[in-house]
């Protein structure tokens, strides 16, 4: 007897908690591994809103909210995201699920019918394709430039689509180049989007960690006509360092929310209670700290992004948002040996040089490797000491 559903024999396990786990398990045994893997703030919550959340167990707020969240973190995130994206939101538009991952399955799940084509530019973050396989879905993979921040341009979307395509993806500041989409390029994608008649679904998660006075630009705001088309995912894990309260809230159709809310309602009913709480806080209150630690993440960004470039073989561009950076290295891979790849590169530099980063080919880029500078300065020049040391001996 086969015990697995055949439903699982294409999916992958997660590559990015993979490779963070490889160094977790490391450091616990004893190993000084340098972690430039994990894709989540080194920073800590800030001490309101973990107030709140001890304040939400004294007030005994510990039962079942509604399935789809409480009024209360609806009513706060339509109101915030009517203030940043200048599109009036109201609760039946918004959803909360367990972290902005949870959304974007749920809604793979509420509009794909088996078959049907998902747009999803590459390098892409690696749980995209194996959702939307789960929900029946096939993904159909563009592969963005460099040069226009890695973002999918008008004319490759009109390419690539067939008359399965029914949604395309986009995720600026993207996870895993960093990279920000810029205006015109959105713009003209969005017009061209629902023009085709599509859905947009745009994951837009690293929204407040963007740099160098450069601004986001929400495919929702910039949407002229059907607006009811485009699904906004977001929540607190990177812009408040919550990753482990696992609250992400989607934004969109209200046919679309109360199709979500079916498979919740069936599956995993409402996201903690006690973490909602506490995300009204975050949602509501000043996000004064965020000054800080985006230029804390710029310092650090400069510092890799300066040594990255000065080692032979190694490539990287400055991106303007999220904690990554997202160097090419196939002269590395080479040198490592023939038929060698960036997987095995990313192993070599782990056992070698004791530094977990993550290979590009799990986010469709080989050549490549992510490095998270959510992390000291000391532990960045730390890591990058080892990897140049490490490349000697290539
Ligand atoms: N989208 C992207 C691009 C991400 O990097 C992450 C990080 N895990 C998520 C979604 C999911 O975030 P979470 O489930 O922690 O809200
Ligand atoms: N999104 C983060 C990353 O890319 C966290 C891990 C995950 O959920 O995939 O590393």
Request: proline fraction near 6%; aromatic fraction near 8%; charge should be negative.
């Amino acid at each position: 007897m086969k015990k697995i559903s055949s439903r699982l024999d294409s999916i992958k396990p997660s590559a990015t908690l993979a490779f963070t786990q490889k160094a977790a398990d490391l450091k616990s045994q004893g190993l000084d591994i340098v972690a430039f893997s994990a894709g989540e703030p080194d920073f800590e919550t800030p001490l309101h809103i973990v107030n709140a959340a001890k304040k939400a167990l004294d007030d005994g707020l510990t039962r079942y909210t509604p399935v789809t969240g409480t009024i209360a973190l609806k009513t706060a995130v339509a109101q915030s995201s009517s203030d940043c994206r200048k599109v009036p939101c109201d609760t039946k538009q918004v959803i909360i699920g367990v972290g902005a991952k949870h959304v974007l399955y749920n809604y793979f799940m509420a509009v794909l019918d088996e078959g049907d084509e998902v747009i999803i530019p590459s390098p892409y973050w690696v749980s995209y394709p194996d959702q939307v396989c789960l929900a029946g879905g096939t993904p159909v993979f563009v592969e963005t430039r460099p040069e226009d921040n890695w973002t999918l341009t008008a004319e490759q979307l009109e390419k690539a689509v067939t008359p399965k395509t029914k949604v395309v993806l986009i995720n600026s500041p993207s996870n895993p180049t960093g990279g920000v989409a810029p205006k015109a390029i959105l713009e003209k994608l969005v017009d061209k989007a629902l023009e085709l008649d599509l859905l947009i679904i745009s994951d837009e998660i690293y929204r407040d960690i963007i740099y160098d006075g450069v601004e986001f630009h929400s495919p929702l705001t910039l949407a002229k006509e059907k607006k009811e088309n485009v699904f906004v995912v977001d929540g607190v894990s990177k812009t408040f360092a919550m990753t482990g309260w696992r609250i992400g809230w989607g934004i969109g159709d209200p046919a679309i929310i109360s199709a979500m809310g079916k498979i919740q309602g069936q599956s995993t009913s409402n996201a903690t209670s006690i973490a909602q709480a506490a995300s009204v806080i975050a949602v509501t209150k000043s996000m004064d700290f965020l000054d800080d630690w985006n230029s804390q993440y710029v310092e650090r960004r400069d510092i890799m992004i300066e040594r990255l470039n000065a080692m032979d073989g190694v490539t990287c561009r400055t991106p303007q948002g999220a904690f990554y950076v997202f160097p090419n290295v196939e002269p590395l891979v080479k040198k490592l040996g023939k038929d060698k790849n960036d997987v095995d590169l990313a192993t070599w530099l782990l056992e070698e040089a004791l530094v977990a980063t993550v290979p590009g080919t799990p986010f469709g880029a080989p050549g490549y490797l992510r490095l998270s500078y959510a992390t000291s300065k000391e532990l960045i020049n730390k890591g990058l000491d080892r990897i140049e040391e490490a490349l000697k001996k290539l």
